[in-house]
């Protein structure tokens, strides 16, 4: 049972991934896995066993969603963007009373604010930033798009990992999102050897300085999250909303959206405050 319940887990992760202003990391905070996933990628030398059996249900149903579910992702943002990005936004409203609760669970230092500050204003500031329309789709490798591919293809990989980030409009960003999709859908293998190792060289790379990151400084963390989660609502708020039939829908999609992410998360506020209570105890 646990292993469906974490594969449907990597299933929204994988959806989340591969749709550009959506990020992989908040759906994970949203479902209350992110502390551990980063553990278990940053631990998987030391701890293989414990980490990969973790790991592997997740790993699976992320592969499964993008296989799976890309199609009709693109159908609704394509034919229901409004209706669609209201849900992820629900999503996402949804998980920061849990990410507050996390933030504040030691002894609250104002200082530890710099960072929200900090993280909203760079979401903030991407709005403003429109990504590199490259109309170039590379199909064939050299030494220089080796080297490109595979520090892009790493950079993307990490901020998939940050809540908030989407990996996938940074390859936009960067003018290689069009070359990465096209070199998936068509298996080019000389090209997904570099993608590749970037991949995994940015989410070991990011994970363990984001795991050094929350064991050092949790607080100034979470709060640095937080202002990821919070400024990813208007990075993926669509353009066009109207009161009408349409937005009603999608209003009600943000709500059920809102109540899912809210309740996923019910297990681990229980918890937070149980552990409180001892404390307080002691």
């Known amino acids: 049972m646990k292993f469906i319940k974490d594969f449907l887990k990597g299933m929204v992760i994988g959806v989340a991934n591969i749709i550009p202003g959506v990020s992989g990391g908040t759906m994970m905070v949203v479902m209350g896995i992110y502390d551990r996933m980063i553990e278990s990628i940053s631990m998987l030398r030391k701890k293989f066993k414990q980490s990969a059996l973790f790991l592997l249900p997740l790993l699976l149903g992320a592969g499964a969603g993008i296989w799976l579910f890309s199609s009709g992702i693109a159908y609704m943002l394509t034919n ?12 996402i409203v949804g998980s920061i009373p849990m990410v ?31 990504p590199v329309d490259s109309t170039e789709i590379i199909r ?88 990821f989660v919070v400024g990813s609502v208007p990075a993926i708020f669509p353009e066009g909303f109207r009161f009408d039939g349409t937005g009603v829908i ?29 404390g307080e105890e002691e």
Not at 110 to 126: D, E, G, Y
Not at 171 to 180: A, D, H, R
């Open 250 to 278: 999608a209003i009600l999609a943000l709500i059920i959206g809102g109540a899912l992410s809210y309740l996923s998360s019910a297990d681990w506020v229980k918890a937070y405050f149980t552990r409180k209570k001892a």
């Open 140 to 227: 064939t490798l050299d030494a220089v798009q080796f080297i490109r591919l595979t520090l892009f293809a790493a950079f993307a990989a990490t901020a998939m990992i940050i809540p908030g980030i989407s990996g996938s409009f940074v390859m936009m960003m960067l003018g290689v999102y069009g070359s990465i999709v096209t070199a998936v859908s068509e298996f080019n293998i000389p090209l997904l050897i570099p993608i590749g190792l970037g991949v995994v060289i940015g989410i070991v790379g990011g994970a363990k300085v984001i795991h050094l990151m929350l064991k050092r400084f949790p607080q100034a963390m979470y709060f640095g999250i937080l202002g």
């Open 100 to 130: 507050f609760q996390k933030a504040t669970e030691s002894e609250f230092k104002k200082r530890n604010l710099i960072p929200f500050v900090i993280t909203l204003a760079v979401m903030i500031a991407t709005l403003l930033i429109s």
């Open 80 to 91: 229901h963007q409004v209706i669609t990005n209201f849900f992820f936004i629900g999503l």
